[in-house]
């Protein structure tokens, strides 16, 4: 539905009632070609490119809560694909290309701000593997660029760069990544996928998978009755592990929560995303104003959506680090998202079972890599094979020993 300008100020003065639904709130089918269980941005983006890109419409979009209850509406919102390895590099590359035209393909505006990324470096062993990185990234198609200390003083004045323990020393450039308005993308994707005729159906919790006689895949028991179905997709981000479970696989990937925070709004402060080279913390500024940080992982397994008190200093000690204004800047709120932290850092897009599919894996990465997972995914369910830029994401290579190594260590990876 659009809405010109003059529509938006009348019924503004009407207090704002006249809005439609951007999605219907269907009642779900008994059987579907397709379920996808998990309503985040993967969920929503597997469903809008199975159905747009693709011809598979018979879809239904199974979320327990709310859309944007998950990951997709708890992130810092950062975009990327400065990565090393050839396995993720042309992956990410796909992402961001899908990034730059998502808001005119499916007429939402999701803010889409391509403002840069800067990872600093603090030593001459971290400026030589960003170097590397940086020759990867463009052999692949990714702009990136190493600053000296200089240029990366030209633009970012107020970091630390004299501190005694991590002095700046340079940076690696990615131009191309920013920020992305994440509820904005769960909305976008959900409108999209519903004028495509795909069912999305909230309140709607996986309690089982059924299985026929011959062992394949019928159905999901849901707390909204039995939904039949062909081809069964799951993509329950932090919950995976849980859900697959359901379906008798047992994953290689921990659940651990990442927490975020947001300050009070400033005046135009930082007009690009920087990471700390030296400890896990990264921030960039909304549109509002606030600063948004984030950091590790809490290093225990949970499923819950909140964090304790130990990574909040710890994200608090790094940030005044590398920023010490940041000592005056008070915190407004934090928030906790569920990750699916993979043994190698790196996501899984495979086809388990002839009718059962996997989405998982995401560690740090999720958000970002929202567009091209919802296609790359699309793409397997409807054709059965892998699309190109997602063959190595296979399930079956960490029993192989082709695991994805971008950092390594998996559940602790310290991934920027």
Excluded at 17 to 24: D, I, M, Q
Excluded at 344 to 356: F, K, Q, T, W, Y
Excluded at 357 to 383: E, M
Excluded at 391 to 411: I, S
């Amino acid at each position: 539905m659009r809405y010109s300008a003059l529509s938006v100020f009348l019924n503004g003065l009407r207090g704002n009632k006249a809005w439609g639904p951007a999605w219907r709130a269907p009642e779900p089918k008994p059987a579907y070609d397709v379920v996808i269980v998990g309503g985040g941005g993967h969920g929503l983006a597997t469903a809008y490119y199975l159905a747009k890109e693709f011809g598979v419409r018979n879809v239904a979009v199974l979320e327990k809560s709310y859309i944007g209850s998950g990951n997709v509406g708890r992130n810092t919102t950062i975009i990327r694909a400065n990565y090393l390895l050839p396995g993720n590099n042309p992956f990410y590359q796909l992402s961001m290309t899908l990034w730059g035209g998502l808001e005119q393909d499916f007429n939402f505006n999701a803010m889409v701000s391509q403002r840069g990324i800067v990872n600093l470096y603090h030593s001459d062993a971290q400026r030589d593997a960003y170097a590397r990185r940086g020759n990867a990234m463009r052999l692949h198609g990714v702009d990136a660029k190493l600053l000296d200390r200089t240029a990366v003083r030209e633009m970012l004045p107020f970091l630390n760069f004299d501190d005694a323990r991590f002095p700046i020393m340079g940076g690696l450039v990615h131009r191309a990544g920013g920020t992305v308005r994440h509820d904005a993308v769960a909305w976008g994707y959900a409108r999209g996928a519903d004028s495509h005729g795909v069912d999305i159906i909230q309140g709607c919790e996986v309690t089982g998978i059924r299985r026929g006689a011959s062992g394949a895949v019928e159905g999901v028991e849901t707390t909204r009755g039995f939904i039949a179905c062909g081809k069964l997709a799951l993509a329950a981000a932090g919950n995976s592990g849980r859900v697959a479970e359901m379906a008798g696989l047992r994953l290689p990937i921990e659940s651990h929560v990442l927490q975020a925070f947001v300050s009070e709004g400033l005046k135009p402060y930082v007009d690009t995303v920087v990471t700390f080279g030296a400890g896990h913390f990264y921030f960039s500024q909304s549109d509002k104003g606030g600063l948004v940080f984030g950091g590790d992982i809490d290093g225990y397994n949970s499923y819950a959506q909140r964090g304790n008190l130990a990574l909040v200093e710890h994200v608090a000690e790094a940030g005044v680090a590398l920023v010490p204004g940041l000592s005056r800047v008070r915190i407004l709120r934090s928030w906790g998202g569920i990750m699916d932290m993979s043994m190698d850092g790196s996501p899984i897009i495979d086809r388990v079972e002839d009718n059962l599919f996997l989405n998982a894996g995401w560690c740090y990465g999720g958000f970002k890599a929202t567009p091209a997972s919802g296609f790359c995914f699309a793409h397997l369910i409807a054709r059965g094979v892998p699309q190109e830029t997602a063959t190595a994401f296979r399930l079956d290579r960490f029993a192989r020993g082709y695991v994805l190594d971008e950092k390594g260590v998996g559940a602790q990876a310290n991934l920027h």
